[in-house]
T-cell receptor
Framework: EPEVTQTPSHQVTQMGQEVILRCVPI?????FYWYRQILGQKVEFLVS????????KSEIFDDQFSVERPDGSNFTLKIRSTKLEDSAMYFC?????????????????FGPGTRLTVL | GQQLNQSPQSMFIQEGEDVSMNCTSS?????WLWYKQDPGEGPVLLIA?????ELTSNGRLTAQFGITRKDSFLNISASIPSDVGIYFC???????????FGAGTQVVVTP
């Protein structure tokens, strides 16, 4: 069964360093997302990406964050200068299509996550 | 912004009992999704709901999309030990797909 994959599973970095989190969405999916989950809290939306551009972003997704789809399979999240409060699980998700009443096109599937620890 | 409340926060039940949890929103959603998350892993999709009033089952799981489009519930019947985990509701209110998650319901099943 197709699944979303993410690498690395765990990333430890020093404050101020740049990190790139990688995701491979499900191959026929067109919409891609990044979410984060701070330990013990709920999952929070960061950004959505469609047709090679950001379609929506949250207040969390400031100038320190960027996303890219460098080729036909990878989807990356870059944090330019990490802060302590960026420590969290980061989840990539994808869905097939846009229809509001056409299952299963609105179903988002999540990857296993990357645990980012900023020291 | 939209407020999404999920309750209860946690449930401690005996194996074989039924579990019920719900989510309510301050605004309407066009899709409700229910996920289960095990420690250190990503959310796994359980059920997706697309129409107001829709009742959908997946094995021992049953979920409903509220008539007002502002609420949804999830029932787990005849719980078993592997049902342990955190269950999240998530609502989608726009076509780009941003999901808003509830705070989760932690389910603990004792033998």
């Amino acid at each position: 069964e197709p699944e979303v994959t993410q690498t690395p599973s765990h990333q430890v970095t020093q404050m101020g360093q740049e990190v790139i989190l990688r995701c491979v969405p499900i191959s026929n999916h067109l919409y891609f997302y990044w979410y984060r989950q701070i330990l013990g809290q709920k999952v929070e939306f960061l950004v959505s990406f469609y047709n090679n551009e950001i379609s929506e972003k949250s207040e969390i997704f400031d100038d320190q964050f960027s996303v890219e789809r460098p080729d036909g399979s990878n989807f990356t999240l870059k944090i330019r200068s990490t802060k302590l409060e960026d420590s969290a699980m980061y989840f990539c998700a994808s869905k097939e299509g846009r229809g509001t009443s056409l299952p299963p096109y609105n179903e988002q599937f999540f990857g296993p996550g990357t645990r980012l620890t900023v020291l | 912004g939209q407020q999404l409340n999920q309750s209860p926060q946690s449930m401690f039940i005996q194996e074989g009992e039924d579990v019920s949890m719900n989510c309510t929103s301050s605004s309407i959603f066009n899709t409700w999704l229910w996920y289960k998350q095990d420690p250190g892993e990503g959310p796994v999709l359980l059920i997706a709901l697309y129409k107001a009033g829709e009742l959908t089952s997946n094995g021992r799981l049953t979920a409903q999309f509220g008539i007002t489009r502002k609420d949804s519930f999830l029932n787990i019947s005849a719980s078993i030990p592997s049902d342990v985990g955190i269950y999240f509701c998530a609502g989608q209110g726009d076509s780009w797909g941003k999901l808003q998650f509830g705070a989760g319901t932690q389910v603990v099943v004792t033998p």
